[in-house]
């Protein structure tokens, strides 16, 4: 295993060193086994005949753990981490008069920094530099008629997006013709994250269909709390007020990452 630790936290603690503790692979929760320092601060941790589930934490001087909840790993495998260990909150900038040629238009735009933004500068924020990486896939979401669309174009265009939020998807437009084209779909995505919801107060024109369509992604094999979920919000209406309360969910679900830091 290799990771990354910032300078920054590291000089904080003069002669600070990295180390880890948790279970398997010979690892132990009360006492860090040491990484070795390279180039770039980069240490890595050699885990020798590690096989199986592996849980960790980082450490400086075995005394101050990373942020976050622990990383999960399967052995033998090499794997980057980002750590970092004393910001707890985030900040933002706002990029004044920024200009997208995509809307034709100039606004100011608000950028969220996590709390490792600036702890732990080896790790790679694509907000800083205002590009993406576009060879790795996107996400879709949308509400309503706009969640409708959201299904259909992940469902078509696997190769452009890894997952897709639909909240309350209009997916009884046009006498249900998406859910039938996803049923009769034989070639349909290998891979794809579905977080689809509805609530139990808008009415059986609009729970029906997404309870249809649960029903036939789990025939197609998709498994409920793996690559989907679906959510019956009980009492939720059809609008803004109830979707919000549902994004956090449905980001958590298509986000998730064993090896992430939490915030």
Not at 71 to 76: C, H, K, L, R, S
Not at 86 to 114: K, M
Not at 170 to 176: G, I, N, Y
Request: net charge negative.
């Amino acid at each position: 295993m290799s990771m990354h630790a910032g300078s920054r936290a590291l000089s904080r603690i003069a002669g600070a060193w990295i180390s880890l503790r948790g279970s398997g692979a010979g690892l132990r929760e009360n006492t860090g086994a040491p990484c070795t320092r390279g180039e770039a601060d980069v240490w890595t941790c050699n885990l020798d005949r590690a096989e199986g589930e592996v849980t960790f934490k980082a450490w400086i001087d075995d005394s101050i753990d990373a942020r976050g909840t622990p990383w999960q790993v399967t052995a033998p495998s090499d794997i980057d981490i980002y750590p970092f260990f004393f910001e707890t909150e985030g900040d933002y900038e706002i990029l004044e008069d920024f200009s997208s040629t995509i809307l034709g238009n100039t606004r100011d735009v608000a950028v969220y920094l996590p709390p490792s933004y600036d702890e732990n500068t080896a790790k790679h924020y694509p907000i800083r530099s205002y590009r993406v990486d576009e060879q790795a896939p996107g996400f879709l979401g949308g509400t309503s008629l706009a969640g409708l669309v959201a299904i259909y174009g992940a469902w078509t265009r696997p190769q452009e997006f890894a997952g897709v939020a639909a909240l309350s998807p209009s997916l009884w437009w046009d006498d249900q013709v998406v859910v039938d084209q996803i049923e009769a779909d034989e070639n349909g995505p290998e891979a794809l994250r579905i977080y689809l919801d509805s609530g139990s107060s808008e009415g059986a024109g609009t729970t029906g269909p997404v309870a249809a369509l649960k029903q036939v992604l789990l025939a197609k094999g998709w498994m409920q709390g793996q690559d989907l979920l679906h959510v019956s919000a009980q009492g939720h209406q059809h609008n803004e007020t109830w979707w919000k309360l549902r994004i956090p969910a449905a980001l958590t679900f298509l986000l998730r990452d064993p090896f992430r830091v939490q915030p």
